[in-house]
């Protein structure tokens, strides 16, 4: 009899069945990217080591961990002059991107002009100009930095100009009426309105620069993490070479994320709908 | 007071798109409004009343013909105007006090004193906002507000600069009836206090006759002025105006007229 439960009224302090604890579900996000990696580290090992794959070939996690602490001064070294030269270029791109995008963005003349040329420039696998570099400036760092910023300056341009081109046209109307210049409608409007592009194209820029700079330094360097993983690879080093990919990958990773934090910090009102 | 001499004069004039003479927005336009004056101007769709807007704004120059303001011949953008549109287009990354104060950015001699004067300034912004209902807002951000609510900021934007002349296209176009009604009441308090010289396009007719003082009609392409009407209705105006008999029968009339005017219009859309 008494164990019918009563409909009504509810206890205030009992959960409701189908509420999901909030707090869990978010904590679980944020660990959910190193369960997944940590997943497929240990597929990676457990495949080198169920069939045998030669270190050659592939070497186990454990044999590049090994490699990395082995080698720690040296990679160190190599990771610390890519990351100067791929920053030094990245942060050329980041001047002339926006400067180029900002004039181009703000003419339709300038647009008509120079778009094909960039785009022509842009189709250019940067590989191949490496070698011109080389003659120009000799091996070393000043080819990686140009190489970085050659290959990581047209997103930046293009996502500056889009942002500032599409200037609304009844704002620019209230502007001019009140009788601004173009380059206070750049300034107070289109500026602030690329923003948001400006950062998507930072994340893909980043990005690249790290395999303009280390394309170089394979070709034409004897420092950074291009040039160890070249002469790893040429002493069957293959656990080294695999080591200076994961360095390089993390290097990666922290710049995106260093990125996305400006990005969060200065255009939030343009991502309101994630909050 | 209105003064007799016309504040703003459009005399035979002329708007051609493109290089040829062959699309021809307005065509022997004459109009005149008087300083102080609420015009509106209605008309067929694509009879040209934005190519107006930006004639009398100085945005685009007549290709013949001559327009003024304020006893002078428009050669560009002039910094007595005021504008707002059926889109409210705020900046989203600034705040709505940010965004009403941004003509004192532009037009001297408020620029080059804003930066000493702000707190003044920011106070007269103030005071706007109040005007139109949106004290306490000030803070918040453009996307965080209605669409009547922008369009309220929209206004503010358009007069924090006091304008001599207030251009508007369709400013409530894109609202709902109720809150459309509302913000014509809005309107006509800020032009009962300031009296800004007021130039209205709208597609509306019972907005036209309930805010306007007098009313143009515009034909079908190329736009010329067909009609004018004095409304005679007391100031302020309510809601109540807008049922008696005479107020139905102006709007009626203006209807009509518009209708005659489509027939043999082309179909087109304006560019």
Known sequence: ?275 | MPSDAPFVELSDVALAYGSTAATLAVERLNLTVAEGEFVAVVGPSGCGKSSLMKLVTGLWPASRGRVAVAGETVKGPLGIVGMAFQNSVQLPWRTVLANVMLPLEIVEPHASKLRRERATYEAKARDLLKLVGLDGYDARHPWQLSGGMQQRASLCRALVHDPRLLMLDEPFGALDMFTREELWGVLQDLWIARRPTVILVTHDLREAVFLADRILVMSARPGRILAEYRVPFARPRSLETTYLPEFTELTHELRRLIAEARVGAPTEATP
Do not use: C
């Open chain 1, 1 to 275: 009899m008494s164990d019918l439960p009563s409909p009504l009224p509810p206890d205030p302090n009992e959960p409701l069945p189908f509420a999901h604890d909030e707090s869990f579900a978010e904590r679980f996000r944020l660990v959910l990217p190193w369960l997944v990696l940590a997943m497929f580290v240990l597929l990676w090992e457990a495949v080198v080591r169920l069939f045998h794959v030669p270190p050659f070939l592939l070497p186990a996690p454990t044999a590049i961990f090994a490699s990395l602490v082995e080698w720690g001064p040296q990679i160190g070294d190599a990771a610390f002059a890519t990351l100067v030269t791929t920053v030094a270029g990245f942060l050329l791109a980041i001047g002339f991107g926006v400067l180029g995008g900002v004039l181009i963005g703000s003419s339709a003349t300038l647009y008509a002009a120079f778009y094909p040329l960039l785009i022509g420039f842009n189709a250019v696998p940067k590989v191949a100009i490496v070698p011109i570099l080389v003659v120009w400036f000799g091996i070393g760092a000043i080819p990686a930095i140009l190489t970085a910023f050659l290959i990581s300056f047209f997103p930046i341009l293009v996502n500056v100009a889009t942002g500032i081109a599409t200037v609304e046209p009844e704002l620019k109307d209230v502007l001019r009426a009140l009788g601004a210049s173009n380059r206070q409608i750049v300034a107070k409007v289109g500026l602030p309105r690329a923003m948001p592009y400006f950062f998507a194209s930072l994340k893909v820029a980043i990005t690249v620069a790290f395999v303009g700079s280390i394309m170089s330094e394979t070709v034409a360097s004897n420092v950074g993490i291009g040039s160890l993983m070249m002469t790893a690879s040429a002493r069957f080093e293959v656990p080294l070479v695999f080591a200076g990919l994961v360095v390089t990958a993390v290097m990666g990773i922290l710049l995106y994320l260093v990125a996305e934090a400006i990005e969060k910090r200065v255009v939030g009102w343009a991502m309101r709908g994630h909050r």
